[in-house]
């Protein structure tokens, strides 16, 4: 959950003209409610898109009132604790496997460009770092499983990052945000995401978007319910 480049993207919209920018968000969510009540979704990723941000005055305005939104606050808490949680498993993992010869170190940190790290990018640098014939795996899928999972295991995590739908959606709505399912052809295909227990939930709010997807011809459609 970050807004990472959309200051550049405004800044190269005025530049180059023609192009408009429609600031979005993706969240990681938690199959619960608001109550802690499973809902049965499945493994969800919610994108909240924001149209009536139309350049950098707008941004700004709006960053200002989110810093102060209690729900967003909640959550970057949220993504702070597994800031910590993925550094305790690089520790942990560097040592564990240090007579090996591995380690994670903060140069191999700093060749990553994204801010919201998780173990699968630790996978992915200790991957590129050592190769498949020296960690004896076939991808970082692997290397994930027999190396860091091993360390993650005995790491106490602070709680989880990802966030309650119920609130993303008051959250985005709150700004006269539009919700929608990210990855919908990933979605579609996927039998442990439960669309129609999704689509029941999104019919209590506004401004909330599913899709129709053709397995044949490979087309979306976002459908406004």
């Given at each position: 959950?970050?807004?990472?480049?959309?200051r550049?993207?405004?800044?190269?919209?005025?530049?180059?003209?023609?192009?408009?920018?429609?600031p979005a968000?993706?969240?990681?969510?938690?199959?619960?409610?608001?109550?802690?009540?499973?809902?049965?979704?499945?493994?969800?990723?919610?994108?909240?898109?924001?149209p009536?941000?139309?350049?950098?005055?707008?941004?700004?305005?709006?960053?200002?009132?989110?810093?102060k939104?209690?729900?967003?606050?909640?959550?970057?808490q949220?993504?702070?604790?597994?800031?910590?949680?993925?550094e305790?498993i690089?520790?942990?993992?560097?040592?564990?496997?240090?007579?090996?010869?591995?380690?994670?170190?903060?140069?191999?940190?700093?060749k990553?460009?994204?801010?919201?790290?998780?173990?699968?990018?630790?996978?992915?640098?200790?991957?590129?770092?050592y190769?498949?014939?020296?960690?004896?795996?076939?991808?970082?899928?692997?290397?994930?499983?027999?190396y860091?999972?091993?360390?993650?295991?005995?790491?106490?995590?602070?709680?989880?990052?990802?966030?309650?739908?119920?609130?993303?959606?008051?959250l985005?709505?709150?700004?006269?945000?539009?919700?929608?399912?990210?990855?919908?052809?990933?979605?579609?295909?996927?039998?442990?995401?439960?669309?129609?227990?999704v689509?029941?939930?999104?019919?209590?709010?506004?401004?909330?978007?599913?899709?129709?997807y053709?397995?044949?011809?490979?087309?979306?459609?976002?459908?406004y319910?």
């Amino acid at each position: 959950m970050n807004l990472d480049g959309v200051r550049e993207a405004f800044a190269a919209s005025a530049q180059l003209g023609g192009i408009e920018i429609i600031p979005a968000i993706e969240f990681y969510c938690e199959d619960k409610d608001s109550q802690g009540k499973k809902l049965n979704l499945g493994k969800l990723h919610i994108v909240g898109y924001f149209p009536g941000i139309t350049n950098l005055k707008d941004f700004e305005a709006f960053l200002k009132a989110l810093s102060k939104d209690p729900i967003y606050q909640r959550m970057s808490q949220r993504l702070e604790n597994r800031k910590r949680d993925v550094e305790r498993i690089r520790m942990k993992f560097n040592g564990l496997f240090k007579d090996e010869g591995f380690e994670i170190n903060d140069s191999d940190m700093q060749k990553l460009s994204k801010k919201l790290i998780d173990p699968y990018d630790l996978s992915a640098l200790l991957f590129n770092k050592y190769g498949p014939e020296r960690l004896e795996v076939n991808n970082p899928a692997e290397a994930k499983k027999k190396y860091i999972d091993i360390a993650k295991k005995r790491v106490f995590s602070v709680g989880s990052s990802n966030m309650r739908l119920e609130e993303i959606i008051e959250l985005v709505t709150r700004y006269n945000g539009i919700v929608s399912l990210a990855h919908p052809l990933h979605h579609a295909k996927n039998k442990k995401i439960r669309i129609a227990n999704v689509k029941k939930l999104f019919q209590k709010y506004s401004n909330c978007w599913l899709y129709h997807y053709n397995i044949n011809s490979r087309y979306c459609l976002l459908l406004y319910l």
